[in-house]
């Protein structure tokens, strides 16, 4: 996430991981098998029992001879609970407050987890974002990562205390407390481990594993052993909601080695590895969607440069983000459309500021849709593997489903559609490419 989390990341781990496991035996006269990070979401700290469960996951590692930094996140239920308050306080808000608010979630659950490991023996204290110190921009509700300070953590583990850390959180070039946004505590133990040169990153969730597609659309969802960071990526980006798409990308970028794993059962996890390790293995790893999706169609733009720029342009200055573009002429050249998806959340909004210059784009008429749902096809077998495209479409249209938008990646193809067709994509999609076996 910058120039600064690199170099404070080769500052601490220069030496290279040999050298690292070279120094560890010396923790307590005992060999150190490996350096880990855990990190627990909100429903894997839900209640105390749950916070009693994490602690003795957390102590097998320990047990096992390895040393362990924790990630978690809020009780689950909390954020929201605090957002709720902070805008019915104050609709209009001082975003510095706002992420002082919602930071203090994290902060209840360090302190549980750190006290529930300390009454099963286990040497653990807490840390915050600002401790640590976790550095970040100062964009407030949605920083990004600058640095991180892990000389005093890294001295901890070398003297076999366990680091409970606050995810989702960090500090400001001003010394305010910054917020990561959506699934943030993901991205805060990845860069963590990329930090600290862990040998793993465990990501616990309420799931077992990332599958070939969303097992309650389609019961015969196969988990998968492993994935790539690109598949992951790609999935995540489409809608699967097993990983956040900052930390896979931070994981990608940093050689983070991932495992998602559940909280709830001792089953073997998926892990996202790199593309290097598969070897030759050109595959079709799953189907993944996203029913909140819009779509807007720009009816007879005046065909001439600048015009795309001004109209998204205008939509990033109202921080809109848009997904899938399409953009086609009419035959005399005069005028053109332009048609794109994005979040449905923010459709109203997009309609606001596009009909507001409306003069100045000189189109002829917006057309907006809600109901629209996004259903990719993801796979590195599409490097190598022609016809992939052509069997989409086909079962799609075999089944009366009309495509509104196509995109495509060098590893995935995505298309919009009418969101009440979103199940019978995915389970005719998973059933063609044969996804439910191995």
């Known amino acids: 996430e910058g120039s600064s989390f690199e170099i404070m990341t080769a500052a601490c781990s220069s030496a290279g991981r040999l050298e690292l496991k070279q120094q560890r035996p010396a923790q307590n006269n005992r060999l150190i098998m490996a350096r880990i990070v855990q990190k627990f979401g909100g429903t894997s700290v839900a209640d105390l029992d749950r916070i009693r469960a994490v602690a003795q996951r957390v102590k097998a590692e320990v047990d096992a001879g390895n040393q362990v930094a924790v990630v978690v996140s809020a009780m689950s ?199 290097d390790d598969v070897m030759e293995e050109q595959k079709i790893s799953g189907i993944a969607y996203s029913r909140d999706e819009a779509k807007v169609t720009l009816v007879s733009l005046p065909d001439q440069p600048g015009i795309a720029a001004t109209v998204f342009g205008t939509l990033a200055e109202y921080h809109i983000n848009v997904d899938m573009i399409v953009q086609s002429a009419s035959a005399d050249k005069q005028n053109t459309d332009i048609t794109f998806s994005l979040g449905a959340l923010d459709l109203d909004k997009a309609v606001d500021c596009l009909e507001a210059i409306k003069n100045k784009l000189g189109y002829q008429a917006l057309v907006a849709d809600p109901d629209m749902a996004k259903v990719s096809v993801i796979g590195t077998a599409m490097r190598s593997q022609p016809g992939i495209a052509r069997t989409m479409f086909s079962v799609l249209a075999e089944k009366g489903i009309n495509l509104h938008v196509i995109s495509t990646s060098e590893i995935k193809i995505s298309v919009l559609i009418d969101s009440d067709y979103t199940e019978l994509a995915v389970r005719s999609l998973h059933d063609v490419f044969g996804l439910e076996t191995a």
């Open 77 to 275: 239920g909390t954020t929201n609970q605090l957002v709720e308050w902070a805008t019915d306080i104050g609709p209009v808000h001082d975003a510095r407050e706002y992420d002082v608010i919602v930071a203090t979630g994290e902060q209840v659950t360090v302190g549980l987890l750190a006290i529930a490991l300390q009454n099963i023996g286990v040497d653990a204290r807490s840390w915050l974002g600002w401790q640590i110190a976790l550095q970040t921009d100062d964009i407030h509700s949605s920083a990004r990562i600058k640095g991180i300070d892990v000389a005093q953590i890294e001295d901890r583990l070398m003297q076999g205390q366990v680091a409970i850390v606050a995810g989702f959180q960090g500090i400001s070039p001003e010394g305010r407390v910054t917020t990561l946004g959506r699934g943030g505590s993901d991205t805060s133990a990845v860069a963590l481990a990329a930090a600290l040169n862990a040998d793993r990153c465990d990501i616990y969730t309420d799931v077992d594993g990332v599958y070939t597609t969303d097992p309650r659309i389609m019961p015969k969802a196969r988990k998968l052993d492993q994935i790539t960071f690109e598949e992951m990526l790609e999935m995540a980006s489409a809608g699967a909601k097993v990983l956040q798409t900052r930390s896979v990308a931070m994981a990608m970028r940093h050689k983070v080695h991932l495992q998602v794993l559940s909280s709830f059962s001792d089953e073997p996890g998926t892990l996202v590895i790199d593309e």
